[in-house]
């Protein structure tokens, strides 16, 4: 049986049952009652229930210390994301599917790096799935059935050797388990086009809800195929918004120095008492990029499930841009900054950084970078 709702054998509707018992208090009541949501993660663990319990678990607990319940209504989107990163919900496929169109032939990945921090464009991400999500939930209750996935067109027209820009590469190849682990199966289908797609594309999508660049019937209101009013048509990023450049002349007088040896990492643990507590930090290498992310110790678990990674891990490139940025705690509890160097086998890096603490009567509106 395929394990979807109304295809499920013995087994599987024995598991959905004990399931549903098991995370009944750490998931809202509505999604409790809501088979399709069950299911999602129980087939993303291939229905060992142990292991989708686990998945729940933790993918809760990261909605909560990243407030995604309310993201999509605070979210303010840095500029060069707005205006130059092209990734636009267009249409409905003929399922009812929502329509992400990517045209990643006119993304300046590297132009893009230099503009936004990581961690902006990691939050950019989640503000995208949760969008994803309003509106599979918009559409269910428009056509009256569930409609719980999306479907992607990534337009490869443009793309070249310009476009091979590891950094950019490596970014992404983080953030798709990332966003599996807390989204699962939301993509239904993804339509990968250069030449040679028009009819193929329509058979899937009907003509009314494609731009007639993509072989469909809508155009601008100048005419313009591509219906860049309406769908973010790219373009190379103004280098008046890249991040400025680490500066000899930069004061690191209240640093800690510390190297971290080839093949190991930092771990910075820090107790948090209050609710709403920020965590700042500033860190810099002399030379070579450096891992960093922040988790969160969760009590009572396995020993291999005790973290769940509140920032995740990326390499910073804190060689060239000064690292800064916040987080903050949604609950007390030990919250470790993880500086990896695990990755390199030759390199030690030398590590300045700054970290502070402010209680929540102490946060400021200029604390711009949270996470």
Known sequence: MSGYVGDLNKQQQTVLDEFRKRIASFIQPTDLKDDYYLLRWLRARDFQIDEAEKMVSKSMIVRKEMQLDTLVK??????????????????????????????????????????????????????????????????????????????????????????????????????????????????????????????????????DQLPKALGGEIVD???????????????????????????????????????????DNLKLPYDIKQSGTMIKWKFRTDKHNIGFGIYKVIEGDSESSNQVFVVPVLRRDCNTFLENGSYTCQEPGKYVLYFDNTYSWVNSKRLLYDIELRGPREVESDDVFDY
């Open 74 to 207: 605070t979210y303010k989107m840095p500029e060069p994301i707005k205006k130059y990163y092209p990734a636009t919900f267009f249409g409905y496929d003929k399922n009812g599917s929502p329509i992400l169109i990517l045209r990643s032939g006119h993304f300046d990945r590297r132009g893009l790096l230099q503009s936004v921090r990581k961690d902006d464009f990691i939050t950019y991400g989640f503000y995208m799935m949760e969008r994803a999500k309003i509106l599979c939930q918009q559409q269910s209750k428009k056509l009256g059935r569930t409609i719980e996935n999306i479907t992607v067109i990534d337009d490869m027209d443009g793309f070249g050797m310009k476009d091979m820009y590891k950094p950019a590469f490596t970014l992404f190849s983080k953030l798709v388990p990332l966003f599996e682990d807390n989204y699962p199966e939301m993509m239904k289908s993804v339509y990968v086009i250069n030449r040679n797609y028009k009819t193929a594309l329509l058979d899937y999508i009907d003509a």
């Open 221 to 263: 209101e100048t005419g313009d195929p591509y219906c860049p009013s309406q769908i973010c048509p790219g373009g190379e990023i103004p280098k008046s918004y890249y991040l400025n450049e680490l500066s000899t002349e930069q004061s690191t007088d209240n640093y800690t120095a510390v190297t971290i040896n080839r093949r």
